[in-house]
């Protein structure tokens, strides 16, 4: 498994934008698929986005396509979460978290590695 710290969580907007990093322990980043998945208070947690071993594949949760962009850097450990145009129901505290499969999946169970979180609020 990987250690998986989130940071770059915070307060904003309406509009604003935020960018979460998650930083990875492990030889072995390069070959597990990365997520990244969020809760909101009372809700379950729900899958927002995930990116293949290369970063040539992307898939994303219906509710953020188009403002959200998932992206990794490979030689730096790291996988990111670019957030645009927020909107107040984003808020929930983001998780990391990394699969051994080789395939991208939006299953919290495929994942075998998972972060602490950091929270995104966003006001209106």
């Known amino acids: 498994q990987v250690q998986l710290v989130e940071s770059g969580g915070g307060l904003v907007q309406a509009g604003d934008s935020l960018r979460l990093s998650c930083a990875a322990s492990?030889?072995?980043?390069?070959?597990?698929?990365m997520g990244w998945f969020r809760q909101a208070p009372g809700k379950k947690r729900e899958f927002v986005a995930n990116?293949?071993?290369?970063?040539?594949?992307?898939d994303y949760a219906d509710s953020v396509k188009g403002r959200f962009t998932i992206s990794r850097d490979n030689a730096q450990n790291r996988v990111y979460l670019q957030m645009n145009s927020l909107k107040p129901e984003d808020t929930a505290v983001y998780y990391c978290?990394?699969?051994?499969?080789?395939?991208?999946?939006?299953?919290?169970?495929?994942?075998?590695?998972w972060g602490q979180g950091t929270q995104v609020t966003v006001s209106s």
């Open positions: 492990g030889r072995t980043f390069s070959r597990y698929v």
């Open positions: 978290a990394g699969s051994r499969r080789y395939y991208l999946s939006s299953s919290l169970n495929e994942y075998d590695s």
């Open positions: 990116i293949g071993w290369n970063g040539g594949s992307t």
